[in-house]
């Protein structure tokens, strides 16, 4: 059962609960669409579909097969086969290098990485930092005068701050052995 069945089952099996209400005057087709979710219109759609091919008349036809660009299941195999055997431990690179020219391989280095990752025959490469990192600013002279008054420079070991609460109000800086 795939990751669709599920949901399509039950949505199947509401629209006929409330299908047949519907055809026993129960309710209107406005009622039923609304609790479906859907426009009048749609619920008129699945009737007549539903009429016309029973329950396998609901299914979704956009979904049922796969993609026309998917690669054949022999040639996912045949692919991992080949590095499982032959190239066992190489890089991607230099593999699909060997893929497309020995081989015949026509498929891009991305998609045979992801084939060789999807099947645990080569480990993902590790995340590289961040293009730009924050760190916290550097303290420069008359940073933070705007703000509060302060030069945003820490005093020098040995030496404190005497007089007012701020620099900027008459207090100044000695060393420990000056008073």
């Known amino acids: 059962m795939d990751r669709m069945e599920l949901p399509r089952a039950a949505r199947t099996l509401r629209f006929e609960e409330l299908y047949r209400a519907w055809l026993r005057g129960e309710m209107t087709q406005g009622w039923a669409a609304g609790v479906l979710g859907v426009s009048e219109r749609t619920f008129r759609r699945y009737a007549s579909r539903y009429e016309a091919g029973g329950p396998e008349g609901l299914r979704d036809g956009r979904v049922a097969g796969g993609s ?37 391989g026509r498929r891009s280095y991305t998609w045979v990485k992801n084939r060789l990752q999807g099947a645990g025959l080569v480990k993902r490469g590790r995340r590289r930092g961040r293009h ?46 000056s008073r």
């Open 68 to 104: 026309h660009r998917r690669a054949p299941a022999a040639e996912v195999a045949a692919l991992e086969a080949l590095y499982g055997q032959e190239y066992e431990g190489w890089s991607v690179r230099h593999f699909h290098e060997r893929y497309v020219e020995d081989h015949g």
């Open 132 to 177: 730009r990192l924050r760190r916290p600013r550097k303290p420069l002279e008359g940073l933070m005068v705007h703000q509060d008054g302060s030069t945003g420079i820490p005093p020098r070991p040995g030496r404190r701050w005497t007089g007012a609460s701020r620099p900027s109000s008459g207090g100044r800086w000695e060393s420990w052995g």
